[in-house]
């Protein structure tokens, strides 16, 4: 039950390159069946982030790497280097 709520509460939170670039908003996680790991981030992606439209997109959204983030707190801290699949 912890885990659930966990995840509830980063839904919705701005995703930051360690840049300061607003890069968009996390909709969901990706989590691996058999190991429970968290694989990756689904991102809706702010229109004005350069780095954002540069990156290839599934229907819209964004994947980033979760051994990418560096930080969570008010918002997810995202490496600019290391996010790209």
Do not use: C, W
């Amino acid at each position: 039950m912890a885990k659930y709520l966990i995840a509830r509460q980063l839904s919705g939170k701005k995703i930051v390159t360690n840049e300061g670039e607003d890069f968009g908003r996390l909709v969901d996680l990706n989590i691996n069946e058999v190991t429970g790991k968290v694989e990756d981030l689904v991102v809706e992606p702010n229109p004005d982030s350069a780095t954002a439209s540069n990156m290839k997109k599934e229907d819209g959204m964004l994947h980033i790497r979760y051994d990418s983030v560096l930080a969570v707190g008010d918002y997810i801290i995202v490496e600019k280097r290391n996010m790209a699949y």
